[in-house]
């Protein structure tokens, strides 16, 4: 249903909005009838934001409030929530933005003390003006949506430990690669340099076979390190997130036919180890997504520090993709950037048409 559509709170009740048209009842007798027998939590503020009645449904907000309590009409709404630090505030705004008129309703989430930890509740106001006098009522609907927020807060708990373990596992096998592998090869290589040294005169069909196997020795190792750099690059522990990226759209430049402009403002910036590791993969995975599926020659990355955030631009000026595909809402790059940036409180605005490009854009909160 659309804010249009919900301009009215009694939208819910089309026979009531009806009645109260016509006169046929007076609003407050005939409006409180309809709270009292309403399954859902609702409560009736006046023009002063004093609770008139709640619903039976409605129950406290609080372990020590008494459902009495909501029916004493000199309580105010405000002073009744009893919210915890942040969420008071905000709803304080919001009811007082409807009984000054500012607005006509809002619908949002709000956190509330709990004996057992904060609760959450969707809370949704809408303002009624009562047909035949200056004099409006504020209908508040209250919805506990504790369990859903826990199982959210389970689920990302759940995802952050994949990826954490996820990352261990490739910072374990980028070191065995660069540390173990790395160094056999290139002690094979130099093996091989000796024993083309001890190649009699005039073998140099033999002379040449040593030579070949040192310079695919030598190409061995360097896709083991780029293999390494891929799993866990040392850059971005060691130089951080700018030079990082830098170095990974070179190699990337290097090794495929594309041209990828890097630019950077706000940077050397300190970092947390989430953010940075968040924002890296994200990068890595666009500029895999520009190179195998684009067929772009060009792409851009920006990258900026704020004084509040981190934002990353990736784009490309290749054939693009239709956002409404299944293809796209179900590809596992997209699901895990989004998994990455809900672990650090970050968003994502994905862009793209057919034959149009691409461009992601993401800001993550420092």
């Known amino acids: 249903m659309s804010a249009a559509e919900l301009e009215s709170p009694l939208c819910h009740f089309p026979a009531a909005a009806g ?20 399954a859902a939590g609702v409560a009736v503020l006046d023009e002063l934001g004093t609770v008139l009645y709640v619903s039976n449904a409605w129950g406290p907000l609080t372990e020590q409030d008494e459902p009495a309590q909501l029916s004493d009409s000199k309580m105010s709404y405000l002073g009744m929530c009893l919210l915890s ?3 008071a505030s905000v709803l304080a705004e919001d009811i007082q933005g409807i009984l000054t008129g500012r607005e006509r309703e809002f619908h949002k989430e709000y956190s509330v003390a709990g004996n057992d930890g904060p609760k959450w509740f969707l809370i949704h106001a809408a303002r009624l003006d009562l047909p035949g006098t200056n004099r409006f009522r504020v209908l508040v609907t209250r919805e506990d949506i504790s369990r859903h927020r826990q199982a959210e807060e389970a689920l990302r708990t759940l995802g952050g430990r994949l990826i954490n373990a996820q990352e261990e ?3 374990r096998v980028a070191r065995e690669l660069h540390d173990d592998l790395n160094q056999q090869i290139a002690l094979m290589s130099i093996e091989l340099e000796q024993l083309g040294r001890k190649v009699p005169e005039g073998r140099d069909d033999l002379s040449a076979l040593v030579r070949g196997l040192g ?11 780029r293999l390494s750099y891929q799993l866990h690059p040392a850059k971005l522990d060691h130089l951080g997130l700018a030079a990082a990226i830098k170095s990974l759209c070179e190699e990337l430049s290097k ?21 940075t590791l968040c924002v890296f993969r994200i990068t890595q995975e666009s ?3 520009v190179v195998k599926h684009s067929g772009a020659h060009e792409a851009q990355v920006l990258l900026r520090r704020s004084a509040s955030s981190v934002h990353l631009h990736v784009s490309d000026t290749g054939r693009g993709f239709d956002m409404q595909s299944s293809r796209a809402k179900s590809g596992l790059g997209f699901i895990s950037m989004k998994e990455r940036l809900r672990l650090v409180g970050g968003r994502i605005s994905i862009r793209s048409q057919p034959c149009t490009g691409t461009q992601i854009d993401i800001v993550v909160p420092i």
């Open 19 to 38: 009645m109260l048209e016509r006169g046929e009842v007076d609003g407050d007798i005939f409006l409180r009838r309809i709270v009292d027998t309403c």
């Open 85 to 87: 630090p942040g969420g």
């Open 169 to 171: 596992e490739r910072s």
């Open 215 to 225: 310079a695919k020795a030598r190409e061995i190792s360097s896709e083991v390190h």
């Open 255 to 275: 090794r495929r036919e594309i041209k990828i402009d890097f630019r950077q403002k706000g940077f050397p910036a300190v970092l947390s180890r989430d953010i």
């Open 287 to 289: 500029l895999h997504n």
